[in-house]
């Protein structure tokens, strides 16, 4: 069955760029959607359709996807970007099922 | 403004009944599917199946059809329900808005969370 794999943290200095990868087989002919999610809260969607940002979210958050790998990419990172970050695909195989990555937990030093 | 609120029991012994309900406030129930996922402690995501307003549901294959999604229209209300939890089934549970068909996308709108623990 599909399987979308993230590393489990990453870490990253105030002001510098985070880049967290979401990896998946053939992922390149998928749509990916970004989830942001704090401790004790529902996520939020951060990025739709690979690299669209829906209303609200900061331009400081963008998406990239390349061969079989979709990145979030979060410029000048602040204290309040701390958080777990989530990828997921539709998954339109033989299964018909949404598939989301493991998590990634970011840290700000 | 869209607005999703769900409740039910937090607290089940093995082998008891759960059972969640999701209000939908402020969006158009028949335009959208509508969906559950749950997230055990310190874990990720995991998508257990949608609901559309016609009562249309598609499951999560990996759960293997051990829960039922159903809906009450006229309430603009859905509900999950699993039998004989286990405490493998320990975990923070969700309802969100999901895909517009034929659209196949992502989760726009998230209910609070419901904290389901289950414990002898």
């Known amino acids: 069955s599909f399987e979308l794999t993230q590393p489990p943290s990453a870490s990253v200095a105030p002001g510098k760029t985070a880049r967290i990868t979401c990896g998946g087989n053939?992922?390149?002919?998928?749509?990916v959607h970004w989830y942001q999610q704090k401790p004790g809260q529902a996520p939020v969607l951060v990025v739709r359709?690979?690299?669209d940002r829906p209303s609200g979210i900061p331009d400081r958050f963008s998406g990239s996807k390349s061969g079989n790998t979709a990145t979030l990419t979060i410029s000048r990172v602040e204290a309040g970007d701390e958080a777990d970050y989530h990828c997921?695909?539709?998954?339109?195989?033989?299964?018909?099922?949404?598939?989301f990555g493991g998590g990634t937990k970011l840290t700000v030093l | 403004q869209v607005q999703l609120q769900q409740w039910g029991a937090g607290l089940l012994r093995p082998s008891e009944t759960l059972s969640l309900t999701c209000a939908v406030y402020?969006?158009?129930?028949?335009?959208?599917?509508w969906s559950w996922i749950r997230q055990p402690p310190g874990k990720g995501l995991e998508w257990i199946g949608e609901?559309?307003?016609?009562?249309?549901?598609n499951y999560n294959p990996s759960l293997k059809s051990r829960f039922t999604i159903s809906v009450d229209t006229s309430k603009n209300q859905f509900s999950l329900k699993l039998n004989s939890v286990t405490a493998a089934d320990t975990a923070v549970y969700f309802c969100?808005?999901?895909?517009?068909?034929?659209?196949?996308?992502?989760?726009?709108?998230w209910g609070q969370g419901t904290l389901v623990t289950v414990s002898s």
């Open positions: 969100a808005r999901g895909r517009r068909p034929p659209q196949r996308d992502y989760f726009d709108y």
């Open positions: 402020g969006a158009s129930f028949s335009d959208n599917y």
């Open positions: 609901i559309n307003h016609s009562g249309t549901t």
């Open positions: 053939n992922i390149g002919t998928k749509s």
């Open positions: 359709y690979d690299s």
């Open positions: 997921q695909v539709w998954d339109s195989g033989s299964d018909h099922r949404v598939v």
